[in-house]
């Protein structure tokens, strides 16, 4: 129930196209679901983050989309770019005296110009 | 790196010896994670720490051991290495309240 499941592993889109990564969970106090991105050789670093109350938050060309009653939650790359090739993960959390984060397994994402 | 480094940043060891991984902030942030990244399954949570000798442990945590005797260090050890402990190894650290955690470049680690 701890899970979170993310598709696709991998992810290849031509430059200014959409790119779409979904995340699944079963724990519904789950209240914390952030996206990192990881290029190669570095830390993750968080991207975007939303919390359930809202059903959608967008940050320039990166928007997570929320369905609560689903369990699921997507990020959405409008106009991808060569530089947003990198490896992408939703987490989910339930413990803000903690903070631990429960991550999906990951989706490398490749732009080709 | 948001003021995190990670020492050493790779290692090769041979089975049966101890290990210790050193993870170091600048940030004076109440937590710290020590977490492992194999493909296929992102990252998970080793062991974190909320304070000074305060640490619990994570999904991963067997075959690992962790201390903090100071705010900026977080130490992970594996008492005696394993193949399985083959791995690439990220400390984070974190505010409390708040879910935001800040990841170090992180510690390739190959166990022969």
């Known amino acids: 129930q701890q899970q979170v499941k993310q598709s696709p592993q991998s992810l290849i889109v031509q430059k200014g196209g959409i790119s779409i990564i979904n995340c699944a969970y079963e724990?519904?106090?789950?209240?914390?679901f952030p996206w990192y991105q990881q290029f190669p050789g570095k830390g993750p670093a968080l991207l975007i983050a939303i919390r359930p109350d809202v059903s959608e938050k967008k940050e320039g060309r990166f928007t997570i989309s929320f369905n609560k009653s689903a369990k699921q939650f997507s990020l959405h790359i409008m106009d991808s770019q060569p530089g947003d090739s990198a490896t992408y993960f939703c987490a989910a959390s339930t413990d803000s005296n903690t903070g631990k984060l429960i991550f999906g397994q990951g989706t490398t994402l490749q732009v080709k110009p | 790196d948001a003021g995190i480094t990670q020492s050493p940043r790779h290692k090769v060891t041979e089975t049966g010896t101890p290990v210790t991984l050193r993870c170091h902030q600048t940030?004076?942030?109440?937590?710290m994670y020590w977490y492992r990244q194999d493909p296929g399954h992102g990252l998970r949570l080793i062991h974190y720490s909320y304070g000074v000798k305060d640490t619990d442990k994570g999904e991963v945590s067997d075959g690992y051991s962790v201390s903090r005797s100071k705010t900026e260090d977080f130490l992970l050890t594996l008492e005696s290495a394993t193949s399985s402990q083959t791995s690439v190894y990220f400390c984070a650290i974190g505010t409390s309240g708040d879910y935001e955690q800040y990841f170090g470049p992180g510690t390739r680690l190959t166990v022969t």
């Open positions: 724990n519904t106090a789950f209240d914390y």
């Open positions: 940030e004076n942030h109440r937590y």
